[in-house]
């Protein structure tokens, strides 16, 4: 691991995150990044280019839309550079992740339930205002950029000697993730096949469907402009996962293993072990785990004995 000795910045520790080959899935643990997500890599990435190229400059403000973790990421990014912040999100999201935000010195402004769609809108206005900057993380092709050239890298340095992808195993909130490492990987092994997790409640990308769902982070109300240019690359390979099925996952993952991660971790586990069942040639199945469990200590872990069995209440 490469931790700088001496470093005046929380933002030198973004990346190099373990890889746990858990139940015989390769599991990138990007919910030690700091601000507790994968979404680290982009905001810091996306600003950083956006500071070259002179989109962003001392003094202005950075507005965009997220279910919660890119607004966090992006509040922590601003924090340290001495940018504004306004995050735009839908209500009826993870309450810890408005307050993180805030804690980074952002302004949350709500739009919307549950979906992304009228925040993206609110998002997109508000960065047209002079000095404003919109990273655009669902339409900006720096996303795609960053997973294919950082994240997908490490990944594959991290594979065990000899071991070559043959799948990676993904939700779609942007489809960043997805497409970015993806491409990464498919450089190495032009065969690797890859899926898009979706929640069984909500399967916008098979089937054009948008419903409720618990799967904080992806599925959010849309097809994303990036997973529309890119999903020659998916093609039809999707996976679906209940709600309540990540959820009990999720739970799992933290009693029998220690790791505390959220919903997508846990449904991102399961589609993976699904895959394997189909598909026994997959020997080697790459997965995510996304964000930190304590996103969701409300929703999820408040009570003294949760019980998995019951059906999810729906905010
Ligand atoms: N899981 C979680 C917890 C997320 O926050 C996100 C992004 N919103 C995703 C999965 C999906 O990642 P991407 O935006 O790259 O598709």
Not at 6 to 15: E, M, Q, V, Y
Not at 30 to 52: C, D, M, Q, T, W
Not at 245 to 255: F, G, I, Q, S, Y
């Amino acid at each position: 691991m490469r931790y700088p000795i001496l470093s005046s910045s929380i933002l030198d520790a973004i990346g190099d995150t373990p890889m746990l080959e858990i139940d015989g899935i390769f599991a990138k643990c990007e919910f030690l990044n700091p601000s507790g997500s994968i979404k680290a890599r982009i905001a810091h990435y996306i600003v950083e280019r956006a500071e070259r190229e002179g989109l962003l400059k001392p003094g202005d403000t950075i507005v965009e839309a997220t279910s919660g973790n890119t607004g966090n990421a992006f509040a922590m990014v601003a924090a340290v550079k001495g940018y504004r912040m306004i995050v735009v999100m839908p209500e009826g999201l993870s309450t810890e992740r408005v307050a993180i935000s805030r804690a980074y010195g952002a302004d949350v402004l709500f739009c919307g339930n549950f979906h992304v769609n009228e925040a993206l809108e609110r998002a997109r206005a508000l960065g047209r205002q002079p000095g404003f900057f919109f990273p655009g993380q669902f339409e900006n092709e720096w996303n795609v950029e960053e997973n294919r050239e950082w994240l997908g890298q490490e990944i594959l340095r991290q594979l065990p000697e000899g071991r070559v992808p043959d799948a990676f195993v993904h939700g779609v909130g942007t489809g960043g993730t997805l497409i970015g490492v993806g491409e990464a990987l498919r450089a190495v092994n032009p065969n690797v096949r890859l899926f898009a997790m979706e929640p069984s409640e909500s399967r916008t990308i098979l089937c054009g469907e948008v419903a409720l769902h618990r799967i904080e982070g992806i599925s959010d109300g849309f097809v994303p402009g990036i997973f529309q240019r890119h999903r020659d690359l998916v093609g039809r390979n999707t996976v679906s996962v209940a709600s309540e099925d990540a959820v009990a996952e999720m739970r799992r993952l933290a009693r029998t293993h220690g790791l505390f991660c959220g919903p997508s971790s846990g449904a991102h586990l399961l589609a993976a072990r699904q895959l394997r069942e189909r598909f026994p040639e997959l020997e080697t199945i790459v997965t995510i785990l996304d964000d930190k469990g304590e996103k969701y200590l409300h929703d999820f872990f408040m009570r003294a004995a949760p019980n998995a069995e019951k059906p999810l209440p729906f905010h």
